[in-house]
């Protein structure tokens, strides 16, 4: 009964999406179909972009499975939903031919209001220079007013006098706060007509997931769990307050999707042979030079949800043995190995230096990275192109030791390497 999550390794946008879908489509190695994707935490700050033959897609909310029709995918407990950006997306899909009967969306999810939004925004321009970077699209909001127990659920907008009643008692609380921040009211009449419309439009996808969860599991079937972001943003975890709201750990997996934590069998971690992050906070290894522009423009480094341009530095083997520790990863699958193709020289980082002049290589708290200095280690690069490998034996000599070294720092067997954003520019490593 294999539960596997694939998990971002570094500060998002690893490539998961391309993970997932490569492994929903194609089974990759792991010797059967996968039955069910599910999303466990995060929202549409999600960017999870897959290239197949359908086209490119921009998934945000959207399990990366959904292009499998047999794979069952759910938008699970965990996630917060902002109903618009979802029909955007769904019809997104519609049009590109996809019949979404294989989509679920939790009933417990909780609901991402237009005010989430416009309380995001506002605290981002009261952080003024603090500001986090944040997507702009209510995560922190939303999970606060979960945590603070004034949120509504998605089940929340197929009951009209529930609906009306919690919104009545969360408005005034919210506006509020709204009018501190110097924002616009929400009025209840419009807001609970939008969401009985939002009620209407979703409700064939509204679903109690537990029960679908539970029987994939007692019926041996693959269930992926699908993550948003990566451990450097993990709000209990990450460089705080430079986080995001909720856990993208594996270890929030089991609460997110409502599986027992046993059920976890392997936890894949996304690593991109660099890192790239966006958004404000300490990234060690940050270019600021020619070789971080060559790697944003060769490497397409730009948003896939708000456009913006990431920062990109060399790899940082102190964050990945971090991020192995507290994902317990059992394989890792490095992503946009192909970006590096042109570089001379590649640099991975193996230790921090404190501002006391000691050498770390186990991460400190995030928090304090903004003062370290990264030592690194240089390795030759390739210098060929590997977009066409799909065997090991097709990567450049130069290219297997710089993997195999990741693989030693990370303390995790690579699994797959991939060498192209489309699902088949994948090379699964046999042993
Ligand atoms: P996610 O948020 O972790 O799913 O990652 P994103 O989709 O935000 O960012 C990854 C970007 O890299 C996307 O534009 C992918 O199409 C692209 N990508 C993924 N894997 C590869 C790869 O191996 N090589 C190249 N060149 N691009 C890749
Ligand atoms: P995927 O799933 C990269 C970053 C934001 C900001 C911080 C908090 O595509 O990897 P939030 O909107 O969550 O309150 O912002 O987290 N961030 C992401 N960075 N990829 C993402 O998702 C992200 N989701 C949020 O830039 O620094
Ligand atoms: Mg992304």
Sequence with gaps: MPV??????????????????????????????????????GG????????????????????????????????????????DSLIVEMDALHAAGLALNNLFVSSRAHITFPHHCQIDGLEESARGAKAIGTTGRGIGPTYADKAARWGLRVGDLLNPDRLRQRLAAALPRTNRAVDILGGL????????????????????????????????????????????????????????????SSNPIASYGPVGAGLPLQAVTQVIGVVKAYVTAVGAGPLPTE???????DLRRV???????????????WLDAVALDYARWLNGFTSIVVTKLDVLDGMPE??????????????????????????????YESW??????????????????????????????????????????AREAMVAVKR
């Design 299 to 313: 490497g397409n480094e730009y948003g896939a949800t708000t456009g913006r341009p990431r920062r990109c530095g």
């Design 346 to 375: 590649i640099r991975i980082c193996t230790g921090y230096r404190l501002p006391s002049g000691q050498i770390v290589t186990r991460m400190p708290d995030p928090a304090t990275l903004g003062s370290v200095e990264p030592e």
């Design 185 to 244: 009211p929400t009025e209840l009449d419009a807001l609970t007509d939008q969401c009985l419309d939002w009620g209407r439009r979703l409700q064939p996808y509204i679903t109690d997931s537990l029960p679908l969860v539970r029987d994939a599991l007692e019926r041996d079937r693959t269930i992926l769990l699908e993550g948003q972001l990566g451990v450097m943003r993990d709000l209990d975890w990450g460089a705080y307050p430079y986080v995001t």
């Design 44 to 83: 549409d700050n999600a960017g999870h972009t897959v290239v197949n033959p359908l086209g490119e897609f921009k998934l945000h909310l959207v399990p990366s499975g959904i292009f499998s029709p047999t794979t069952h995918c759910v938008i699970g407990t965990g996630c917060v939903v902002n109903p």
């Design 4 to 41: 596997i999550a694939v998990v971002g390794a570094q500060w998002g946008d690893e490539g998961k999406g391309r993970v997932v879908d490569y492994l929903a489509a194609t089974g990759g190695e792991l010797d059967r179909p996968v039955d069910v994707v599910i999303r466990f935490q």
């Design 380 to 421: 030759p690069g390739w210098l060929c192109a590997t977009n066409q490998a799909r065997r090991w034996e097709d990567l450049p000599g130069e290219a297997q030791q710089y993997l195999g070294r990741i693989e030693e720092l990370t303390g995790a067997p690579i699994g797959w390497v991939s060498v192209g954003p």
């Design 287 to 293: 270019l600021n030079d020619q070789m971080g522009d």
